[in-house]
């Protein structure tokens, strides 16, 4: 007989939670969304007709075509290939997610974990400041923090930085709150384990599948709230790629130009769609698993 925690036990666990997730149509197309757009963003050298486009040199002679044989979905304000610069802002716009969640999210359940297992004044000093945080819509705080920043890529990524690890904390505070009482914990306890044993080894493993859906549902959402930033002109600047940016230049074109504002606004749905089907998903394969 298999012991709990055996290699048996965790793959069929495994199985039954990928057999939940694929049996959702609308699960399995996200992910195929989400596959086909990072494979372009991190092949776009190869997969896009005019890499060259990315920067400020552009083709005058081609300027506001609309979508051809040539150019699939049009061409901008400077003859640069609209195909090529979703792209290679889908690449942007991925890399600002990535890293964005990379130092928000261990921030965020740091102080969750924390605050949720130790109680006392340390939870109340720690979610007293994530309430403050969290009290300030996210776009104000953003655009707050950038008014005083230089409005680049590093400075767009570390503003919505700032506006996101509360929103782990919170949830993961309210997840160890729960575990804090269960059985394991108390065992832990009693046989002197060290709290940093106890947050880290016990109560962590099991927040992981809270923290992966959010992660994955965060995607999108960062990537809407950077396009935000860059459509309002806090964000990246032209003449880098960026899906907000391109939306704002080509408003001011519409409609005769339509295209230069719609592709790059479908191109935004299409991501954060994806993002929020896988998301979405896996929070029905975590349930499904327990």
């Known amino acids: 007989m298999s012991e709990p925690g055996s290699p048996v036990i965790a793959k069929r666990s495994g199985s039954k939670a990928w057999q939940a997730y694929r049996s959702n149509p609308l699960s399995v197309a996200g992910l195929v969304i989400v596959a086909v757009i990072v494979f372009m963003a991190v092949f776009a050298d190869y997969l896009t007709p005019f890499p060259e486009h990315v920067g400020p040199i552009g083709d005058f002679a081609a300027m506001n075509m609309g979508p051809s044989e040539t150019y699939r979905l049009g061409t901008d304000t400077m003859g640069r290939d609209l195909f090529t610069r979703i792209i290679y ?38 979610m007293r400041i994530t309430d403050i945080f969290l009290a300030v819509p996210p776009l104000v705080l953003a655009m707050a923090i950038m008014g005083f920043l230089e409005p680049t890529l590093l400075n767009g990524m570390l503003a919505i930085t700032a506006m996101w690890w509360p929103w782990y904390a919170r949830l993961i505070y309210n997840v160890t709150r729960a575990e804090a009482q269960e059985g394991y914990v108390l065992a832990a306890e009693t046989v002197g384990a060290s709290t940093m044993h106890i947050i880290f080894r016990e109560i962590l493993p099991n927040c992981w599948p809270s923290i992966l859906t959010k992660m994955t549902l965060d ?46 606004a479908i191109a935004i749905l299409i991501i954060v769609l994806g993002f929020n089907l896988v998301g979405d998903g896996l929070r029905e394969a975590f349930e499904a698993e327990s």
């Open 89 to 126: 802002g889908y690449q942007l716009s991925l890399i600002m997610a990535v890293v964005v969640l990379a130092i928000a999210t261990p921030v965020g359940v740091i102080v969750g974990l924390v605050a949720g297992y130790k109680g006392g004044w340390t939870d109340y000093v720690l």
């Open 219 to 264: 995607v999108g959402f960062v990537i809407l709230m950077a396009s935000s930033l860059s459509f309002l002109g806090l964000g990246v600047q032209p003449p880098t790629p960026d899906l907000g940016s391109m939306v704002a230049e080509g408003a001011k074109y519409m409609p005769d130009a339509w295209w230069l504002s719609v592709w790059p």
